[in-house]
């Protein structure tokens, strides 16, 4: 019954006696004093029927429904929750602004090095006497990179180099025009002709793990260190510029994009992080965000990747299996293991948190990524 037709019916009946005239009018009070409370009492007891029965609701008695939040559940929504405001994006994390009418930004990393950036993707070209070298083409503003060379140079491109496959920083290649030599790690050549994509040409060099490009007076040292962003991500080094470009590993004043970047080999990720933090350059470019890196900015990223590994490690460790868990779900190990590993992925958001939050932009948008890739990386790789 609802609380509404409670309360309806006892005002009636109240109603019913109120024009009597002949009773006495204190028996009358009384009567109409006790039709309230007896009316309260049921207001009462349904309002807890009903609340109780939400509880339940919410408790999960429905299959596959939400359940009550596991304990010491973090303030940071998890995957799939919505967030209603996203913590501000840092100072330390921002970047000079892109001039609107252009759409890009030039930024000169002198003797004939520039990279361009629409502030979320990175790219270069190296000018030389007769002509220019692009590395990358981000399909989102490639048809700005001929109108961006020819603000230094009116020399043809003459090559590509792509840093690898993925069609979000080579997708414009094509676009580009001409017939320049290109340039990629073996792996990126086997991976672009499965893709098969008409927009990323195949390159028509390779190399398995070094190469230098020498044009005009103009060097550039490529170099394969492994897998860790994807097969074939190579790193590419400027040495008159001292600038070092590895894109997708390290993120500049923010967090890595979702599950360290989309890492296929974790380890192999942390491992080049490590390597980029003890090489020698001057200027770091990503591939990705509003500015250029430091090396403080690869010593906070190699420092968070440390406090994500040892979060996660612990919580694998103090994490009691099946804890909460339904015992009519007892013969599903998928479920037992999901109620574990999310446990274990809350209490290293709560670990990171404190420290985290307001260091790295994207700390909220993406740290129960990283929780989670980190205890699958700890417990099978
Ligand atoms: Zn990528």
């Given at each position: 019954m609802s609380k509404d037709r409670i309360r309806l019916s006892s005002t009636a009946a109240i109603s019913q006696r109120a024009?009597?005239?002949?009773?006495n009018s204190n028996m009358r009070n009384r009567q109409i004093a006790w039709l309230r409370f007896v009316g309260l009492i049921i207001v009462s007891i349904c309002a807890c029927v009903n609340a109780a029965y939400s509880q339940s609701n919410n408790s999960g008695t429905d299959q596959g429904e939400a359940g009550e939040p596991y304990?010491?559940?973090?303030?940071?929504?998890?995957?799939?929750v919505r967030i209603g405001k996203y913590l501000d994006v840092p100072a330390s994390a921002q970047g000079p602004a892109i001039d609107p009418a252009k759409g890009y930004r030039l930024q000169d990393m002198g003797r004939g090095l520039y990279m361009i950036t629409d502030n979320a993707y990175q790219s270069m070209f190296l000018a030389y006497d007769r002509g220019v070298v692009v590395i990358d083409a981000p399909p989102g503003y490639a048809a700005h990179i001929p109108q961006a060379i020819a603000e230094v140079s009116d020399k043809p491109i003459t090559h590509i180099i792509y840093s690898h496959s993925h069609i979000d920083h080579i997708g414009g290649a094509k676009a580009l025009g001409g017939h320049p030599v290109i340039i990629a790690q073996e792996e990126t050549l086997r991976l672009l002709k499965r893709a098969a994509?008409?927009?990323r040409l195949l390159p028509t060099v390779t190399f398995s793990d070094k190469y230098t490009l020498r044009v005009g007076n103009q060097v550039l040292e490529l170099s394969y260190h492994g897998n860790a962003h994807e097969p074939g991500n190579i790193f590419i080094y400027a040495p008159l510029q001292r600038v070092l470009m590895v894109v997708d590993v390290v993120f500049p004043g923010w967090m890595p994009w979702r599950r360290f970047a989309l890492a296929q080999d974790i380890p192999g990720y942390f491992a080049q992080v490590e390597e980029i933090r003890k090489m020698d350059w001057?200027?770091?470019?990503?591939?990705?965000?509003?500015r250029t890196g430091t090396h403080s900015d690869v010593d906070v990223q190699a420092e968070f990747n440390r406090d994500v590994r040892q979060a996660a490690t612990t919580a694998l460790a103090t994490t009691k299996p099946?804890?909460?868990?339904?015992?009519?779900?007892?013969?599903n190990p998928w479920a037992a293991f999901d109620n574990y590993i999310d446990r274990v992925a809350a209490q290293c958001v709560n670990t990171l948190t404190p420290k985290w939050s307001a260091k790295l932009a994207g700390f909220d948008v993406y740290v129960w990524d990283q929780c989670y890739a980190m205890e699958q990386s700890l417990r099978i790789e």
């Open positions: 024009p009597d005239h002949n009773t304990p010491n559940m973090p303030s940071i929504a998890p995957i799939g994509d008409p927009n001057d200027t770091l470019v990503g591939g990705h965000v509003a099946g804890v909460g868990l339904n015992p009519l779900d007892k013969a």
